[in-house]
């Protein structure tokens, strides 16, 4: 749509400062020393709604950015869901949509259980997991189902490509697994696969660490935006920066190469807390 486009290439020439992750976004590049070298980006509408003499349109923004930072490059790409309202061919509102902070239930997942066998190993495979993550970052495999709230499934899918063996079937208390149209709380939902990782003494396994700089590519870090004990989001670490911090991909507002702290998300608040977790050491 020519007048998205038309917007889109005023708002970067001008420095803009409409949008609120924008904004985050600059303040988070300078306390990195990070300048963004070239950015391009595409627009996709997946809703109209016709409302008389109005039209208003939802679309993803998928904003790619090539990174600088000293003498290190990197690619950085996000999916920012964006609705405006159409009058007479001219926008006369636009605006971000809020980055979604579900409300989740606090299920209690049984880590252990007797029938359990303890002898199961696995080496995890850090590279498989990572291009796993790169491959299906802003896409959906078929094989698993989709998720309104798809960031623990998508995290569970990294791991599960990495080596990591399922347990627990069928309770969806129990362990951490997907069967067809069932699967574990653990698989899907962001606090239950946070205290499952914590927990859990063999086969999938989580070692915490006090911090990000000491996680590698295929590890996980835990989302608590509000800092309330209820861990909202994950994330798996695919890069490190020029200063050795970890850049993440993440599901439901789709993300690759993101810096880890989340600090640039209307989601985040000052009261946000972290888990660090090495995977399968």
């Not at 960031?151 to 951490?176: D, E, F, V």
């Not at 859990?200 to 990000?212: A, C, R």
Request: with cysteine; aromatic share 14%.
């Amino acid at each position: 749509m020519r007048q998205l486009e038309m917007f889109w290439q005023n708002f970067f020439n001008n420095e803009n400062e409409e949008f609120d992750w924008w904004n985050r976004l600059k303040i988070l590049n300078e306390s990195r020393r990070v300048k963004i070298a070239r950015i391009k980006g595409k627009g996709h509408i997946f809703q109209r709604i016709n409302l008389g003499n109005e039209e208003k349109l939802y679309y993803q923004l998928h904003i790619s950015m090539l990174m600088k930072q000293g003498n290190h490059f990197f690619q950085e790409e996000r999916i920012i869901p964006h609705r405006f309202i159409l009058k007479s061919d001219q926008i006369i509102e636009h605006r971000q949509m809020e980055e979604y902070v579900p409300k989740q239930h606090l299920e209690k997942v049984e880590v252990e259980s007797d029938a359990v066998d303890r002898s199961v190993r696995f080496t995890y495979d850090r590279r498989a997991a990572v291009q796993y993550a790169e491959r299906w970052w802003n896409s959906y495999n078929p094989a698993y189902r989709k998720f309104e709230v798809d960031c623990t499934n998508y995290i569970s899918q990294c791991l599960r490509a990495g080596g990591a063996p399922m347990r627990g079937a069928p309770h969806r208390n129990q362990g951490w697994w997907y069967q067809g149209n069932n699967w574990s709380y653990s698989w899907a939902v962001a606090h239950a696969l946070r205290w499952f990782l914590s927990g859990s003494t063999h086969g999938l396994k989580g070692t915490e660490v006090e911090s990000p700089s000491e996680l590698i590519p295929g590890d996980v870090i835990c989302y608590d935006f509000e800092g309330d004990g209820r861990w909202n989001h994950n994330t798996i670490v695919v890069e490190k920066d020029a200063d050795g911090m970890p850049l993440v991909n993440a599901h439901t507002q789709n993300s690759r190469h993101r810096y880890w702290s989340y600090e640039d998300s209307s989601a985040y608040t000052p009261n946000i807390q972290y888990k660090f977790f090495r995977i399968g050491d």
